[in-house]
Structures are given as structure tokens and as C-alpha cells.
């Protein structure tokens, strides 16, 4: 509605998507179409991989963790509050690990499963927040699909803990709908749904904190639609604040309550400028550049030269029929040259402010959050991914837009669906082939470790407590995939394996020291495991070989003969031969 409209005496209110005068018939299925789509597409892309993969690093940890810890859902989750000092200071994960172990215990799949739905149902909200701010629905569902399949965050979908992002998204994209819900009807119960929404978001994981400007920059965008410039300024300040509650406690929390109490373990804040600037400009470069898009290409290229079987191209084709299905469903035959340039000039906007705020956050937390693609800490690109989401389908708009005596003979409307069609299609499949390629890494891993698991599985009887398995000639990682990475993760495995917390576990590694007799693991000068060598025993397990250490001498020999098939060099022997003979 423009200013004139209501200078003219038309009415103030916002007018909601599904109310638009003169939308196509059946538009109140459109949500329905869109999460059918949404979820069709998630099983094609994550149903052939999810069967092959499964714990990681922090993932073996927190299930040892709760395994021993009570079995109602109450005590579970205040023994994981209080006990983990990762998870204290996010407290909203407590009763969300809590819920996951005692439903599922050790076993990943039904993990995964969760994981996936709640992707499809992130998805989903932005959808619906879309259709409400821009109404263009088909603009909208792309934009959705671009959030569920873009292939900047991998770790968040198949790392386990990493997964608390996809429920710190769930409330955040809850709590813009809100937001926008509560702009258009003008009722208070949907501003104060949104706050919580956005406390919980936040308290649970604080990835996307920095995304509440998206929330105030959207509504000022509705409000301007209706209301004089000031009067929308103002209603956008009134809204911030709640928001700014949140952070405000969000931050005496973790940095005056916690440490008060002696709990909890928080960043150190990094306050340099550079750094900041730095940050962000790595976060662009890895979701919304030529770099990263020729690294989705080499995955796509990588799951290509995987050898796609026919069902694999059977996927594809289906996934392109959905996709042209849904987008043609939803879309609006009355869309006009002046709905493409409005579209466009709100989505481009928001999607460039969500993508640069959203590394903000990672600008203050140190250098061992600097965005990447090629490790678990891409999922600190998802916020950045939600504002690409925002970007693409504005560009088309926008190209619409400029485009408009392209089509002067031709109806608006089979313009834009044609080029919608064609161009959702072709994304949507070069982001699942990238997927594809990208969960290479995360397949071999966990094939690795499911055969190590196995071998130790098959010894219950022959370890007692205070023995040490020390796993050697592993490759810890799979390029970015973790196999097992050190004592924080294998040991946690070995204890939850054979049920028995009094065993040790490590991987050899150039972190190891020694002395006549014991090994130690040291990381950054923290010592990390102190193990005897009269009650260890080293695993090598392609062929699988079981040696019963003597002595440091037996221990440097074993290693030297089995153990430098991955990457760990002869320095590093010459290195404990020298503190052998020291000791």
C-alpha cells in the first residue's frame, strides 16, 4: 500500500500475503506445497548419506558424558548443565542433549534424523517470513531452498554438537516470523513470542545474536510501508529493545554470573578493529565469492567423479521435477515489473546487512573462529548462508526488474516463472552435488571409526580399569572430517564402548612426551593424559594388531615399526629417543 493510498483515507493496515487482492486460487496450500518440497528435497540430498555417517570429536565426548549420568529427563539435563562447562554457558542445550541421549543413547542415526527435520523446518520459517515481507512466494520458496541446501556449513549437518546452531537458527527465524506476524496484526503477544524466541536462539548457541538488526531492519521496512518515516523509526527503536534486554543479559550472564560462581568456560574477548574487519571479510569471501563458489564446484565435480550410480541420477531428476513443481505451484500470475523491484529492494538490502553482521560476533571471540570452509568451524558461516538465502533471489528480482522491455510481448508473469523455473533448478542441483561431494570426507571417517569401535568392542573382556589403548597408524582426520583426534575424543569412545570410565584412551601424535615411565599427552601446555607403560596396550587397525607395551623402549619401537603411516615424522621418534635417554 503506498503513502498516497492512505493520504487518500485507505485503510492503515498491513495486508498479509495469503489476503493479497487477486492471488492465485489454492494460495492458503502454498505453505503446505513449500514444506513438502522443502522435506522431499532434504531426503534427496541427506537420505543417501545419512545411513553412512555418525559420531565426531565433541559427539563421543558428551554421550560418554551422559552415560553416566542419571535417567530422567530433569536430573539428566541439570547433571549436563551443571557438569559441562561447554554447555553451562549456553544453557538451552542442557535439556536438549539431555532429551537426545535418553531418547536415542549411542546411536547416531536417530540423531541425524532430528537434525534434518529441524532443517527442513528452518527452511520452512524463513519461507513463511518471506511470504509475509516481499509476497512473492516463489521468490520466497527459493530463497528457502537456497537456506537448506547451501553448501558453506557442512559440519553443522553431520557433527552432532555443531547441530545446536540448526536449533539456535530454529528459534531465531522463529522469532523473525513473530516479529513480522507481530508488525502486521499490531499485537503485543506475537512482540513478546519473538523476544523469547530470540532469548532462546541466543541462550542456546549465540551464533545469530548479531541478526536481530535483521528483525528491526524488516519490520521498519513493513512499517514504512504505512506510516511516516519518524513514526516507523520509532516503532522499530520500541521493538529493538526487548532485544537488547536479551543481549544485555546475555552478556552479565557469561561474563559477570558465571564467573562468579566459579563456572563455565568463555571466550576472551578480542577487542582489535583489524581483527574484526578481518573477520568479516574472511566470512564473505568463504560463503558469497568466486572463491567459494569454484570450491562448490570442485565438490560438485568430486561427487560426479564419485561415479553417480543410477539412483543417483534418479535422485536428480526427481530432485528437478520438485523443485520446478513447487516453485510453479506457488508462484504468483499476477506478478508485476513494480512487485519485482519492491522484492528486490528489500531482499538485496537485508541479505547484504545479515550477511556482513553475522561474522560480527566471531570478530570478538579470537583467531580460532575465523571463517573457513574446510573444518567444524564453517558452522560459524550458517548466519552468513542465511543472508546468501536473501541475496540470490534478490538478484533475480532485481534482474527482473532491469530487464523489463526484454519481455514486452510477453506476459509478465511467464517471463519471471521461466526464468525462476531454470534458474531454481540448476542451483538446487548444483548445491546437492556439492553436498554429496562435501560428505565424502564425513563417510570415510566414520567408516574408519565404526571399524575401530568394532575392534575394541571385541576386547571387553581383556581391559580392566586403569588400562591405557593408545590407537596408533589413524589417520585423524579425513581431510576436514575428524576420525579421532586425541584423547578428548577417543578416550571418550573407549569408555563408552566398554562401559567402563577407569579406562584411558589417546592417539599417538606429535603432542605425546615421554619418559622412562609414563607417556604423556601435552597440548598448549595443558596436560591432557598421564598413561603408565605397564598397563598399556597400543592398537593398529588396518590389519588389525594388538601389542602389549613393556616399556617406553617397546612403546618408541612400536610406534617406529606400525605407526608412521599418517603423518607423524621421524623427528618426532628422535624426539623421545632424546627424552628417554634425559629421563
Given amino acids: 500500500m503506498s503513502r498516497q493510498d492512505i493520504a487518500q483515507g485507505q485503510p492503515t493496515t498491513i495486508q498479509q500475503d495469503s489476503t493479497v487482492k487477486g492471488a492465485k486460487p489454492g494460495a492458503q496450500l502454498d505453505w503446505l506445497v513449500a514444506l513438502l518440497c522443502l522435506l522431499i528435497i532434504e531426503l534427496i540430498c541427506y537420505g543417501p548419506i545419512v545411513r553412512h555417517i555418525g559420531f565426531y570429536l565433541d559427539d563421543w565426548k558428551m554421550c560418554s558424558f551422559l552415560q553416566l549420568g542419571p535417567q530422567s529427563l530433569v536430573e539428566l539435563t541439570k547433571y549436563c548443565f551443571w557438569g559441562d562447562a561447554r554447555v553451562i554457558i549456553r544453557p538451552v542445550e542442557a535439556p536438549y542433549f539431555a532429551s537426545l541421549f535418553l531418547l536415542f543413547g549411542a546411536n547416531p542415526f536417530p540423531y541425524h534424523l532430528v537434525n534434518g527435520a529441524l532443517e527442513v523446518v528452518n527452511a520452512w520459517l524463513l519461507y513463511l517470513s518471506l511470504a509475509r515481507l516481499i509476497g512473492n512466494r516463489s521468490l520466497s520458496l527459493m530463497a528457502a531452498l537456497i537456506l537448506l541446501l547451501y553448501p558453506a556449513h557442512d559440519a553443522t549437518h553431520y557433527w552432532m554438537v555443531a547441530s545446536s546452531v540448526t536449533v539456535s537458527l530454529f528459534f531465531y527465524l522463529s522469532s523473525l516470523w513473530l516479529t513480522l506476524t507481530a508488525v502486521q496484526t499490531g499485537k503485543l503477544k506475537w512482540h513478546i513470542f519473538s523476544a523469547l524466541a530470540f532469548a532462546a536462539s541466543v541462550y542456546n548457541y549465540e551464533s545469530f545474536l548479531p541478526l536481530c538488526v535483521l528483525n528491526a531492519a524488516a519490520a521498519f521496512l513493513l512499517w514504512f510501508k504505512i506510516k511516516t518515516s519518524f513514526r516507523a523509526l520509532l516503532n522499530t527503536m520500541c521493538l529493538a529493545l526487548p532485544f537488547l534486554v536479551v543481549i544485555a543479559s546475555f552478556w552479565l550472564y557469561q561474563r559477570s554470573f558465571l564467573p562468579s560462581i566459579g563456572k563455565g568456560w568463555v571466550?576472551?574477548?578480542?577487542?582489535?578493529?583489524?581483527?574484526?574487519?578481518?573477520?568479516?571479510?574472511?566470512?564473505?569471501r568463504v560463503t558469497f565469492s568466486p572463491y567459494a563458489f569454484s570450491f562448490f564446484i570442485a565438490q560438485a565435480?568430486?561427487?560426479i567423479a564419485e561415479k553417480l550410480a543410477l539412483t543417483r541420477l534418479i535422485l536428480l531428476v526427481a530432485l528437478t521435477l520438485v523443485t520446478v513443481l513447487a516453485l510453479w505451484w506457488v508462484a504468483d500470475k499476477h506478478q508485476t515489473d513494480k512487485a519485482s523491484k519492491a522484492s528486490a529492494y528489500t531482499l538485496l538490502p537485508l541479505g547484504f546487512l545479515s550477511l556482513f553482521v553475522s561474522f560480527t560476533i566471531f570478530g570478538f571471540a579470537g583467531r580460532e573462529y575465523l571463517p573457513t570452509l574446510l573444518s567444524g568451524v564453517?558452522?560459524?558461516?550458517?548466519?552468513?548462508?542465511?543472508?546468501?538465502?536473501?541475496?540470490?533471489?534478490?538478484?533475480?528480482?532485481?534482474?527482473?526488474?532491469?530487464?523489463?522491455?526484454v519481455y514486452e510481448k510477453l506476459p509478465v508473469h511467464q517471463y519471471q516463472l521461466g526464468v525462476t523455473l531454470i534458474v531454481g533448478a540448476m542451483l538446487v542441483n548444483w548445491f546437492v552435488l556439492s553436498n554429496w561431494g562435501l560428505s565424502i570426507p564425513w563417510k570415510v571417517s566414520w567408516k574408519m571409526q565404526q571399524r575401530i569401535v568394532n575392534l575394541i568392542a571385541s576386547k571387553t573382556n581383556d581391559f580392566?580399569?586403569?588400562?591405557?589403548?593408545?590407537l596408533a597408524n589413524c589417520p585423524r582426520y579425513v581431510l576436514w572430517s575428524p576420525v579421532f583426534d586425541g584423547v578428548w575424543d577417543f578416550q571418550a569412545m573407549v569408555q563408552l564402548t566398554l562401559d567402563n570410565d577407569k579406562i584411558q584412551g589417546d592417539v599417538v601424535s606429535e603432542r605425546m612426551t615421554l619418559s622412562g615411565e609414563m607417556l604423556r599427552d601435552v597440548s598448549s601446555g595443558f596436560t591432557c593424559g598421564i598413561y603408565p607403560f605397564k598397563r598399556m596396550f597400543m592398537l593398529i587397525p588396518c590389519p588389525e594388531t594388538w601389542i602389549s607395551i613393556r616399556s617406553a623402549d617397546h612403546f618408541?619401537?612400536?610406534?617406529?615399526?606400525?605407526?608412521?603411516?599418517?603423518?607423524?615424522?621421524?623427528?618426532?621418534?628422535?624426539r623421545w629417543k632424546e627424552e628417554l635417554k634425559k629421563s
Fill in 267 to 284: 571466550h576472551s574477548l578480542d577487542l582489535d578493529p583489524q581483527h574484526l574487519i578481518q573477520t568479516v571479510f574472511q566470512g564473505v
Fill in 301 to 303: 565435480q568430486e561427487a
Fill in 378 to 405: 564453517n558452522r560459524v558461516n550458517t548466519g552468513g548462508c542465511l543472508g546468501v538465502a536473501l541475496i540470490l533471489p534478490g538478484i533475480i528480482a532485481l534482474v527482473f526488474a532491469l530487464t523489463s522491455k
Fill in 464 to 470: 580392566l580399569s586403569g588400562d591405557t589403548i593408545i
Fill in 556 to 574: 618408541i619401537n612400536s610406534v617406529e615399526q606400525y605407526g608412521l603411516g599418517f603423518g607423524l615424522k621421524q623427528e618426532t621418534i628422535a
